[in-house]
């Protein structure tokens, strides 16, 4: 079984293995953590650029990528390859805080391929920060999340509700703070990406017995760096 991944979307899933999301945009936003004049002592904070730390010291430290398990947080029975599970539905979400302006949060998921915007709002209880973010709502998978985290912790965990009626409309997860450096070297593994849309029936040599097979990245994604080599015009059509 040969599979293979359009060259065209080398460079995007180099940069996407490298940090597991977009990168942050800097504006030059003032990053020194405010006091409120009128709520009482509540810190708020203006930022919009990640800092080094994976323990939460203030609120600084909440800005950049959050990556983890996105699991299912309700029974749902797994699909079974013969004796072992081949799939029960656990994907990989990246959480990124791009902006935090007082009560006010700005951000950005990433699930299977899927980016989709948030905002809501962040409110700091004793020494836990709270968020309650919506995504737009205009895309069948948005929904509502919900997570927090401690000061001196260094896990995000929360949970996340669908706004529509899916297979799975409800999951949780516990993440970690990852750091981005750019690595123009960094090869990609060879199936790590696989495209639950695109199938094909597979149909052995000896009978009339198939086999579905998934499209995932082969061994051509090692042949050419677009973070290092000028592709051609026929290397992007292969």
Sequence with gaps: MKLSIPLACLAALIYLQSCGGRMIKNDGADTSLRSSDNTGGNNKVAASKATDNLVIKDAKDLIGYWVGKFEADVAIDPIYAGERTAWDYTNKINISIDEINGDTVKGHSVVAGNYRPFMGTVEKERSVFRFYAQEPGDDKYDGIFKFSISQGD?????????????????????????????????????????????????????????????????????KYNASTDLLTAQQLRI
């Design 154 to 222: 260094s896990v995000l965990a929360g949970t996340w509700k669908a706004n529509h009626k899916i297979r799975i409309p409800a999951r949780k997860y516990a993440l970690s703070k990852k750091i981005f450096h750019y690595n123009p070297h960094l090869q990609m593994q060879v199936g790590m990406y696989l495209d639950w849309n695109k199938k094909k029936k597979v149909t052995y040599e000896v009978g009339d017995s198939y086999d579905i097979s998934y499209f995932t990245t082969s061994g051509d994604v090692n």
